[in-house]
């Protein structure tokens, strides 16, 4: 029995997988047309065919090659929903929609996901079911948006929110991330080329200093050691990076703890700290302010802000202030209890809630909060160009010091 529902599960795996056929057909008026679908079968191609006016004469299925296949980015969701809002607001029907921007879209990952979006709400399916069936994608938020879209009749109001909350999502992102790659990279260049001066010039000056038959001072001595460490144990420190990293890879994924415990670093790091402050601030307006608009209820809104506002700790204050406003009291008065939001920012929404503009007060703090990661970002990477060079110079040209030392020092004995 168990064995009839392994093979009844794998055959319905099998039917629910979309292939790619090309068509040919002749239209209403005698025309010879041709194109594309996606579909389980030939049959469903040909049946999707006749629906649209065209007779089929040929239907292939295509041989598609999975090797090379791109990864789907947030950035190639976000262009998705523009392109849905900007078609459905044209006036075009949902699944001819999802037909076009699949068929234009230049990530042949991305367009078979739409095009197995558009299959499913073709045979019936609502747009949020059809999205849920792939959360990596689309979020609880995303989904959140596009039900209310749907439930109101006003989807590609909605999608063109959802495409709007998603390019300021990710400006913010891409600033936070010009602030900290730069940084790291230049720091990770300098460990290399410290690492090749180590194995490979300083032992030319060992061998150098062997020929003095005189004792070096403590400094070059210091650089000698570790040039012998990295030269005959190399493989051990590679080896063992290579376990730190996965090991603490496999208790990230494991431990919440550790993760609120690194959020907390972050967020009380000198500099940086206020940026992913201002950072979390900014989402945590933005996303509230467009499931406000939405018309979804505060509670269950607040439910999906949590996970959006990227920190740890904002969402645990966040379910906190969700939990409070589900017994009844006011966004503002539920804020108050929470250290991490600034005075304006409750202020602020105490004044949207009492004057009814809680939307339009959220949409301004968000704004402020963005220019101020924006600012700040300019600021962190004038500053970090001199620091760097400092860093830079003093690593590099203390070990040119520690080799020059034994040369100075017989110099002045001669």
């Not at 493989?235 to 990230?252: D, P, R, T």
Request: net charge positive; glycine share 6%.
């Amino acid at each position: 029995m168990a064995t009839r529902a392994i093979k009844k599960t794998k055959a319905k795996a099998k039917t629910n997988k979309n292939y790619l056929y090309k068509w040919v057909g002749t239209d209403p008026r005698g025309k010879r047309v041709k194109g594309q679908s996606r579909a389980a079968n030939d049959a469903v191609v040909r049946s999707e065919m006749r629906r649209q006016g065209v007779v089929p004469v040929k239907v292939t299925k295509q041989i598609e090659l999975s090797v090379g296949k791109k990864k789907i980015t947030s950035a190639d969701v976000t262009f998705f929903s523009r392109q849905m809002a900007t078609m459905l607001s044209a006036g075009v029907p949902l699944v001819q929609a999802f037909d076009i921007v699949g068929r234009g879209h230049a990530n042949p990952t991305m367009q078979e996901l739409i095009m197995s979006i558009r299959a499913d709400v073709q045979s019936g399916t609502s747009l949020t079911n059809a999205l849920r069936k792939h959360p990596l994608y689309f979020d609880d938020l995303f989904c959140n948006l596009v039900h209310a879209g749907e439930e109101a009749g006003v989807l590609d109001t909605l999608l063109d929110r959802i495409a709007t909350y998603k390019e300021k999502t990710e400006s913010i992102k891409k600033k936070i991330k010009k602030a900290m790659v730069y940084p790291a990279t230049v720091i990770a260049v300098g460990i290399v080329v410290t690492a090749i001066i180590l194995m490979f010039v300083v032992p030319v000056f060992e061998d150098l200093f062997n020929s003095f038959g005189t004792g070096l001072p403590a400094f070059t001595q210091m650089v000698v050691d570790m040039s012998r460490f990295m030269r005959d144990y190399w493989w051990i420190v590679v080896l063992g990076l290579a376990v730190f990293v996965i090991i603490i890879s496999a208790i990230w994924k494991r431990s919440a703890r550790l993760r609120e415990l690194f959020d907390q670093a972050m967020l009380h790091m000198p500099i940086f700290g206020q940026v992913f402050h201002n950072s979390a601030l900014a989402r945590f307006s933005r996303t509230t302010s467009t499931m406000f608009a939405a018309g979804v209820p505060l509670v269950e809104a607040l439910d999906s802000v949590a996970g959006a506002t990227g920190s740890v700790v904002y969402g645990k204050a966040v379910h906190s202030i969700r939990d409070d406003v589900a017994t009844g009291q006011s966004l503002h008065l539920a804020m108050e209890q929470q250290v991490l939001f600034p005075h304006m920012v409750k202020q602020m929404i105490a004044i949207g809630e009492e004057s009814g503009s809680l939307e339009d007060m959220l949409s301004k703090v968000a704004d402020y909060y963005e220019e101020e990661v924006d600012n700040a970002v300019d600021a962190i990477s004038s500053l970090m160009e001199p620091l760097i060079m400092v860093v830079l110079g003093t690593l590099v040209g203390g070990l040119v010091v520690a080799m020059y030392l034994p040369i100075f020092k017989l110099a002045a004995a001669i």
